[in-house]
């Protein structure tokens, strides 16, 4: 029976999804049984059991292995922005200007405007921070215990807790995540963040708006436990920290820096080189200790829990159980690229892409789909994103609008899961289920749906620069779809079917507009940007 799966041209669609079924089904075990939420055994042994199938196909392990270190050199640049981010992050903190930002935020909460103003304030501290994780894990932590003392609704102050959070998450420069996507997508990771900004911003602006009206049903009455809560983290961060507008020259320079397309390595480095200095000569930090502090990150001892919590971070060691799991993942997808997974996929796919916005539409329902079922989010974002860009490539549009699909359905949705790794953790540290605070949580469903909605309208879905470059070129004649139908063609298409009956094959070329080439006695060949491949006679 095993001869009979051996070097053959074209397996059951069962067997060359074995290996990722059986690895997911090693997952949900391993995170809803034994209740851990580390993904790193599961990938391994999810590569083992792919070199076993790969032997049933009587090929080689070496081949697989050469494609994983194929496929894992993707994320080498990333992984060294990652550990400059653990650096950011240490150094920042040494500097005060995460201190700076806490306090900041902390003096905007108010009874009536509680909803916007954390939601605001979970944001900043994760575009500062570079992670959702440490946000919730810290600052939302407070903010519960303010709510509670408010009177607001706990799923109402969780969901505005998650949704400033993985804010941060998506669109800060120093987030894992964000640049994780755009290396898998193929794309970089300043155009990423441009194009998450047309969805964003929208979003964005919609959830404070409800979450304010929202709010001024809420904490009228205010607290005084709030308030000695809240006076107590900022009293403890400005006794320990020099406090000001200095603390706050490092995200300025790094944000400047970014939006005048700097290399990434290179604004974060000098992020870190600013934050060093400012620890150094503002703060009083020994030289010696920068060094250390780097490497290991920094370690808060006020004595007061919730600073410490949040402002023992960062370092390049800490930033290892990230590095290691996009290294498992990319390994994982390597391996499955190599085994033949991706192709079966991808075959069942092309049978339902058939215009922008169903190609759109498939991506987000693969990544919700891998977030659904393997509950990891770098494997949703990961997966999904080598499956994909060929089919962009092919229809010519650009890569970007990949790369933002998979964050907002990847990222964002990520804390909507119970299962998925962002629910269970937003779950376990707020102490709240996911069911309660998911439908509060406006940005995470707003900017993933507004997206869908560029994508049926063609807003900000612009075509590969390269691939319309290419195009004008080549100056053929103009088109434009209209109930699909094809209007403007060029001249020389229009002489060629005036000589009488034509037969005109159409070809899907992925270009933006259509190319007419001669073919054999008597027939045109018409290049056109539609997703099949078809035959039509024209004349009588």
């Given at each position: 029976m095993l001869q009979s799966f051996r070097n053959r041209s074209d397996y059951p669609f069962w067997f060359e999804v074995a290996p990722l079924l059986l690895t997911t089904a090693i997952l949900m075990v391993q995170f809803f049984i034994f209740k851990d939420y580390t993904p790193h055994v599961p990938l391994i042994i999810?590569?083992?059991?792919?070199?076993?199938?790969?032997?049933?196909?009587?090929?080689?392990?070496?081949?697989?292995?050469?494609?994983?270190?194929?496929?894992?050199?993707?994320?080498?640049?990333?992984?060294?922005?990652?550990?400059?981010?653990?650096?950011?992050?240490?150094?920042?903190?040494?500097?005060?200007?995460?201190?700076?930002?806490?306090?900041?935020?902390?003096?905007?909460?108010?009874?009536?405007?509680?909803?916007?103003?954390?939601?605001?304030?979970?944001?900043?501290?994760?575009?500062?921070?570079?992670?959702?994780?440490?946000t919730v894990g810290t600052v939302g932590l407070a903010i519960m215990g303010i709510a509670q003392a408010l009177g607001v609704p706990e799923y109402w102050a969780a969901g505005a807790v998650v949704s400033g959070a993985f804010f941060g998450d998506k669109m800060s420069p120093l987030s894992d995540t964000t640049n994780l996507t755009p290396a898998v997508a193929g794309t970089d990771l300043w155009s990423h963040i441009r194009s998450m900004l047309t969805n964003t911003i929208p979003a964005y602006a919609l959830t404070l708006i409800i979450y304010t009206w929202v709010g001024m049903d809420y904490?009228?009455?205010?607290?005084?436990?709030?308030?000695?809560?809240?006076?107590?983290?900022?009293?403890?961060?400005?006794?320990?920290?020099?406090?000001?507008?200095?603390?706050?020259?490092?995200p300025v320079v790094v944000i400047t820096m970014g939006f005048r397309k700097y290399s990434v390595m290179g604004t974060l480095c000098t992020g870190i080189f600013i934050g060093a200095l400012i620890a150094v000569f503002y703060q009083g930090v020994s030289l010696d200790k920068i060094s250390g502090i780097l490497m290991n990150g920094y370690t808060a001892t006020t004595g007061q829990e919730y600073v410490d919590k949040l402002l023992t971070k960062g370092g390049i060691l800490n930033m290892g159980w990230v590095i290691t799991m996009m290294f498992l993942s990319l390994a994982f997808v390597g391996v499955l690229e190599a085994y033949g997974t991706f192709h079966a996929i991808l075959l069942k796919i092309n049978k339902v892409i058939a215009s922008r916005f169903s190609l759109v539409l498939t991506s987000a329902g693969s990544v919700l789909t891998v977030g659904m079922v393997a509950g990891e989010v770098y494997t949703s974002l990961v997966l999904p994103g080598r499956l994909m860009k060929s089919k962009y490539a092919e229809m010519g549009y650009d890569?970007?609008?990949?790369?933002?699909?998979?964050?907002?359905w990847g990222t964002l949705v990520s804390p909507l899961i119970p299962w998925n790794n962002g629910g269970a953790f937003v779950t376990s540290t707020l102490g709240i289920s996911t069911f309660l605070y998911a439908p509060f949580a406006l940005f995470c469903w707003l900017s993933p749906l507004i997206g869908l909605i560029y994508a049926a309208l063609g807003w900000f879905t612009p075509l590969d620069p390269k691939r319309s470059a290419e195009d004008r070129g080549r100056g053929d004649g103009r088109h434009r779809r209209r109930g699909g139908r094809l209007h403007g063609l060029n001249e020389q298409c229009r002489a060629r079917l005036a000589t009488g009956p034509a037969s005109i094959r159409i070809h899907a070329g992925g270009i933006s507009r259509p190319t007419v080439r001669p073919a054999s006695s008597g027939r045109t060949c018409i290049h056109l940007p539609v997703p099949q491949f078809f035959s039509l006679k024209v004349g009588t």
């Open positions: 999810g590569i083992c059991i792919t070199g076993l199938f790969m032997s049933l196909k009587g090929r080689k392990w070496i081949d697989m292995e050469h494609n994983m270190y194929r496929v894992m050199k993707v994320a080498l640049p990333t992984m060294i922005i990652i550990m400059c981010v653990g650096m950011v992050i240490a150094s920042w903190i040494a500097a005060g200007t995460v201190p700076t930002i806490l306090d900041f935020g902390l003096g905007m909460l108010s009874p009536r405007i509680f909803l916007p103003a954390t939601c605001i304030l979970a944001t900043v501290v994760s575009l500062a921070t570079g992670t959702s994780w440490g904490g009228t009455d205010g607290g005084m436990g709030s308030l000695e809560m809240r006076e107590a983290i900022q009293n403890t961060v400005q006794s320990h920290f020099q406090l000001g507008w200095v603390t706050l020259i490092p890569r970007s609008i990949l790369s933002r699909t998979i964050e907002d």
